[in-house]
C-alpha cells in the first residue's frame, strides 16, 4: 500500500462527519448523493495532490484514489454512523435548505 492509498482510507474515513455539514436536509437524497460523490472526488483529488501524485499525473491513479476515498467513507458510515441520529441531529442544525418537516417541527415548539 502507498501513503497516497493510505492517506486516501483516512480521508475517507473522516469522509462522513464532513459530508453531513455539506448535505441540506430540505434537498432529496438523489441531491445529497451528488454532493456526497462530489466531496469525495474533491477529497481524492486533494490527497493526490498533498501526496505528490500531480508530478507523474495518470488518470487511473487519481480514479483509485477516488475510489477509496469514496468506499472508505460508505464503510465507516455503514460502521459508524448509520442509524446513530446523530448524523440526522447534525444535518437538520447544519442545514442551510430546511426541509417542510424540520421547519413545521420548529414552528410547533
Known amino acids: 500500500m502507498t501513503n497516497t492509498q493510505a492517506l ?3 480521508v475517507g474515513v473522516v469522509m462522513p462527519l464532513a459530508v453531513t455539514f455539506l448535505k441540506q436536509s430540505g434537498l432529496t ?3 445529497n448523493t451528488l454532493i456526497t460523490v462530489v466531496a469525495c472526488g474533491l477529497a481524492g483529488a486533494a490527497t493526490v495532490w498533498v501526496t505528490g501524485g500531480f508530478n507523474n499525473f495518470k488518470v487511473m ?3 483509485g484514489v477516488i475510489a477509496a476515498v469514496y468506499v472508505a467513507s460508505q464503510a465507516a458510515y455503514m460502521a459508524y454512523w448509520k442509524g446513530t441520529g446523530t448524523e440526522a441531529t447534525l444535518n ?3 442545514s442551510i435548505i430546511k426541509s417542510s418537516k424540520a421547519a413545521s417541527s420548529k ?3
Open 8 to 10: 486516501a482510507l483516512l
Open 29 to 31: 437524497r438523489n441531491w
Open 61 to 63: 491513479n487519481l480514479l
Open 92 to 94: 437538520i442544525k447544519t
Open 107 to 109: 414552528t410547533t415548539m
